[in-house]
């Protein structure tokens, strides 16, 4: 099967900065577009930004120029570099990979099951 796991979440004042990482394994042939989500108490998840196999990015506006998304394909991580952070950037952070877990077969969306981010005023 396959696992994505995310790291590097926890509790920041704000200006200040994290890296989230996330890892996929397991029975993993290839991995199409990534992608971090978040969501915040009492709201709908909502996408962060997102990264296709040759590194072509997408930013949600209200993070657009703080947040930095990046890949390494050989190691299956993906990565977030959030500076500049804010108390309305609190929310769970989730990574999402489009893989395919045989050669040629179809890709299924996956998710990690989420690393906390608190920024405090």
């Known amino acids: 099967q396959v696992q994505l796991v995310e790291s590097g979440g926890g509790l920041v004042q704000a200006g200040g900065s994290l890296r989230l990482s996330c890892k996929a394994s397991g029975t993993i042939s290839r991995i199409n577009d990534m992608g971090w989500y978040r969501q915040a108490p009492g709201k709908q998840r909502e996408l962060v930004a997102t990264i296709t196999l040759s590194s072509s990015t997408n930013y949600a506006y209200s993070v657009k120029g703080r947040f930095t998304i990046s890949r390494d394909n050989a190691k299956n991580m993906l990565y977030l570099q959030m500076n500049s952070l804010k108390p309305e950037d609190t929310a769970v952070y989730y990574c999402?990979?489009?893989?395919?877990?045989?050669?040629?077969?179809?890709?299924?969306?996956?998710w990690g099951q989420g690393t906390q981010v608190t920024v405090s005023s």
């Open positions: 999402k990979a489009e893989i395919s877990t045989r050669l040629w077969g179809t890709f299924s969306d996956y």
